[in-house]
């Protein structure tokens, strides 16, 4: 087991009424960076992608408009995710907790967290989500930037364009997935964490439930053990 130490990147501080800072307004403001342009590319490929959907486009102000801005806002996507990966990191790094967490993760499904072991800042869900969604924004930026230049690839290298049609469509699903999963977890089963991720606190009591380590470590000055 490595000795070195995971310490959480968030400016986390104690308030007084037992509230805690999980989301400083730095990464608050990247996070819905992030949320705003992907729901933004979400709408604008899904209508790309079946006749059925094109409607979503007019929506959002007609084809060709949403045809101009969906690879510049797949762009600040990407952007948005490096930022996080920037940000967070060290947060997102899998520890011995996590291995341990993720033998559990039938309880966490069955909404049992007092069975669960404690997590740090993130749990093992959250980290696979994140690590997903930068895989695959990289996937959908590479694949992009071939269907962006297409007629840069020349006719004899037509599966490169077949290819990047396929990664495209199959990153984006992948993602579109993770999402999903993303805002039952941390909008509909933990009402808590939307407001964390508007007004940035959380209470103490919701920090010891669900995340005890990153708690600990905030209000004892301990670290997590990778
Ligand atoms: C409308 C869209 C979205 C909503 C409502 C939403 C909501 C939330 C909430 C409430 C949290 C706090 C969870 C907690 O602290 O327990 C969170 C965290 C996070 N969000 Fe989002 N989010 C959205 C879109 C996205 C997108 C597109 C990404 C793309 C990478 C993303 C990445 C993350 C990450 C990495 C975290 C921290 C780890 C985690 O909680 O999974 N979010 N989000």
Redesign the pocket.
Known sequence: MSTSHVVSSARATRESGGQIV??TLSERVH?WL??LT??YCLITGLAFWSPYLFWLAVVVGGGPTARFWHPWFGLA?ALS?AW?YKM?RND?ATTDSDRRWSKSMKYYIENEDEKLPPVGR?NYG??L??WL?FYGVILLLISGLGLWFVESIPWSLRWLRYLAVTVHVVAAMATIGA?II??YM??FM?PE??H??IRGRVSDAWART?HRLWYEQVTKGTSEQK
């Open positions: 999980r989301y996070h992030a949320a992907y729901i996507f995710v996080m967070w997102l993130f959250q980290k989500f994140f969604m999402f993303h805002i941390s909008v933990e964490s939307f964390a991720m669900y």
